[in-house]
């Protein structure tokens, strides 16, 4: 479902796949990201780590009215500090999204679905 906003020139509408682009390189510019998964872990846990043209398959956006929720499923280096990524990737993806697309976010959840060791 896209993301529309009216303005007295016409309606704009994003889909969820520019969303995920432009949350995916915001979440591959942080530290100890490894990459985004997809939402859907495979049989026995082992997740699917995705390339950029398949970001959206590791985001769900939600529409709150005037505000909305996204969900982001990464996968995290070994040996970094869990709730550190988190925080950074949260505050990244917020401002980069509601400085790009001029909407208000109000939350950004994170799901780590794994950790990698080494590259």
């Known amino acids: 479902m896209p993301i ?5 020139l016409g309606t704009i509408s994003v889909t969820e796949d520019a969303v ?3 949350a995916g390189g915001a979440v591959a510019e942080c530290y100890g990201v490894v990459g985004m998964a997809s939402k859907n872990l495979l049989k026995d846990g082992i997740y699917e780590l995705l390339r950029k043209d398949n970001y959206a398959k590791g985001i769900v956006v ?3 009215g005037e505000t909305y929720d ?3 499923y990464i996968v995290i280096s070994y040996g970094v500090k869990i709730s550190e990524v988190v925080t950074e990737v949260q505050k990244k993806v917020k401002y980069t999204l509601e400085q790009e697309l001029d909407l208000k976010f109000r939350s950004v959840n994170i799901f780590v679905q794994g950790v990698r060791v080494g590259k």
């Open 62 to 64: 939600t529409n709150n």
């Open 4 to 8: 529309e906003r009216k303005t007295k």
């Open 20 to 22: 995920a682009t432009l």
């Open 70 to 72: 996204l969900d982001l």
